[in-house]
Each structure stands twice: as structure tokens, then as C-alpha cells.
């Protein structure tokens, strides 16, 4: 029996070659579809995301322009204005919670029996709150009625920077006082740093009023 092999070409396992290269392709063929699809959504992602970026700076440029626009248009003299209307509103506001009954129950209280009010002006002061502007007449001429008028509104603590700002004698003869003071409705309240002013001597009030 012959055994020796007389084929021109040795004999491969070409089953098996086969095998492995077609799991080969379809691995290729598998990452080519993956890497093509990754291009194709990286690519639509790209695009949305410039048409966005493009949007957003047309909306910047439109909102710039807008504001430039309002700047332009605004009128100082308008703003001066409704500033000016806001203060007489807070003014309003704050009037609500001023009681005249408990102001005239004060007075009441200190007003010697010489004495006589015949005018009260509120207002308010931006840093001081309310300011009194009071007008009394004494009908004896009487100095030391405004100055123990004075003294008694200071001494209940619901006024502060208590100033005589003029007194003069009226036609009839009547000693007329205009006084002015800071008060705090809330009563007792008062500011460290803004120290009551002392009453004017009688002898100055005298010689103002005999002018």
C-alpha cells in the first residue's frame, strides 16, 4: 500500500477558514452600520444644535436692540414724575395711620390753661417721619404758657425737637406762637442722636414778640 501523498497542493481545512473569515466580515459589517449611524445622528445633533445657537443669538440681538430702543425712549422727566407721584402715595399711606384724636388727646393733656391752638400742619419728612407745625395764641401775652406748652410736649415722649420758629403780637394783641415739632404717634419713642431743644428764654421770646 502506497502512503505517500502525491497531490500538487497540500489539503487545508478550508470549512473551517471559511468559518472564521465570514464571523470576520460580519463583525466589519456591523461596526461599519454602527460607526455610519454614530456619523449620521453626531451630524443631525450638529445641526440642530447651530440652528439653535443661530436662534438664540438672533433672539440676544432682537432683545439688545429692544433694550436700546426702551432706553432711548425713556423720558427722565418722566421718571422724575412718577417718582414724585410714588412719595405722595407712601405719604397717603402713612397719613392713614396718623390719629388726630389721639394727637388732639395729647394736647389736651399739656396745654396750659392760657394757651389756645389754633393751627395744626402735619407733614412728612422724609428722614425725620411726622413734623408738627403748631400755631397757639395766648390772649395774656403770656411767654411762659408757650414755654411750659413746650416743656409738657417734650416731657411725654411722643415729641422730640421741639422748636419755637416764630412769635410775634397779633393785632389784637394776642401773643401768636408757631412751633414745630417732630411726633411719633406710636408715643415714648424717641431718637437718641436728636437731643429736644430747650424752650426759648422768656426774655428773648419777649423781645421777638414786641418788635
Same mark, same amino acid.
Given at each position: ?50 440652528? &439653535? ?13 429692544? $433694550? ?66 403748631i400755631t397757639v395764641i395766648s390772649q395774656n401775652g403770656n411767654v411762659e404758657a408757650v414755654n411750659q406748652f413746650m416743656e409738657n410736649l417734650g416731657m411725654t415722649g411722643a415729641?422730640? $425737637? ?9 393785632? $389784637?394783641?394776642?401773643? &401768636? ?35
Amino acid at each position: 500500500m502506497i502512503t505517500t501523498n502525491l497531490s500538487t497542493r497540500p489539503f487545508y481545512n478550508q470549512a473551517a477558514v471559511q468559518f472564521w473569515l465570514l464571523i470576520v466580515a460580519f463583525v466589519a459589517v456591523l461596526a461599519t452600520i454602527f460607526n455610519v449611524s454614530r456619523i449620521v445622528y453626531y451630524s443631525r445633533s450638529d445641526t440642530e444644535l447651530a440652528t &439653535q445657537a443661530n436662534g438664540d443669538e438672533a433672539r440676544s440681538a432682537e432683545l439688545r436692540a429692544s $433694550a436700546a430702543r426702551l432706553r432711548s425712549s425713556v423720558d427722565a422727566k418722566q421718571i422724575e414724575t412718577a417718582s414724585s407721584q410714588a412719595r405722595e402715595a407712601n405719604e397717603l399711606i402713612d397719613r392713614r395711620t396718623f390719629s388726630w384724636t389721639e394727637l388732639f388727646n395729647r394736647f389736651e393733656r399739656t396745654l396750659p390753661d392760657d394757651l389756645r391752638i389754633t393751627a395744626v400742619r402735619p407733614r412728612i419728612d422724609r428722614d425725620r417721619g411726622f413734623v408738627l407745625s403748631i400755631t397757639v395764641i395766648s390772649q395774656n401775652g403770656n411767654v411762659e404758657a408757650v414755654n411750659q406748652f413746650m416743656e409738657n410736649l417734650g416731657m411725654t415722649g411722643a415729641f422730640t $425737637a421741639i422748636l419755637s420758629k416764630d412769635d410775634h403780637f397779633n393785632d $389784637a394783641g394776642q401773643l &401768636q406762637a408757631l412751633l414745630e415739632a417732630v411726633y411719633h404717634p406710636e408715643g415714648g419713642r424717641q431718637d437718641p442722636g436728636r437731643e429736644t431743644a430747650p424752650p426759648p428764654s422768656s426774655g428773648a421770646q419777649s423781645s421777638r414778640g414786641t418788635e
